[in-house]
């Protein structure tokens, strides 16, 4: 089972959900805002995607696209809507972060 830190008022996460449900796939879904996921996990995507790993849409990305992981990282436990999503973490470690059907289907089904 995946956990997918998320938000359900997110209209990706909402598609994210309507996905999993539709294929069968059995997940855990994490309250990213209350909850995020391990530090791990987002210092790597912070390390490996750059600023692409932050909300593009966030009222601070375009201050913040420059500054650097740890910065972000410091500002994604001050406001977890930074934080691109939604986030999947499997048991064993692997991770992928964003919504994009054939990803899912690749790394899901």
């Known amino acids: 089972m995946v956990d997918v830190y998320c ?11 309507r996905w999993l449900d539709e294929n069968g796939v059995e ?3 994490v ?13 790597e995507a912070l390390e490996k995607m750059g600023a692409a790993a932050l909300r593009k849409r966030h009222r601070r ?3 913040l696209k ?5 910065v972000w ?5 001050a406001d977890p809507n930074l934080l691109g999503r939604p986030v999947l973490v499997w048991p ?3 991770w ?8 899912w289907r690749r790394l899901l089904l």
């Open 7 to 17: 938000k359900k008022t997110c209209k990706s996460c909402q598609k994210a959900f």
């Open 27 to 29: 997940y855990n879904f």
């Open 31 to 43: 309250d990213y805002t209350k909850q995020l996921p391990p530090e791990r996990v987002i210092r």
């Open 61 to 63: 990305f375009k201050e």
């Open 66 to 70: 420059d500054a650097g992981p740890d």
């Open 73 to 77: 990282l410091e500002e994604i436990r």
């Open 92 to 94: 064993d470690g692997r």
């Open 96 to 103: 992928h972060m964003g919504f994009k059907e054939e990803d």
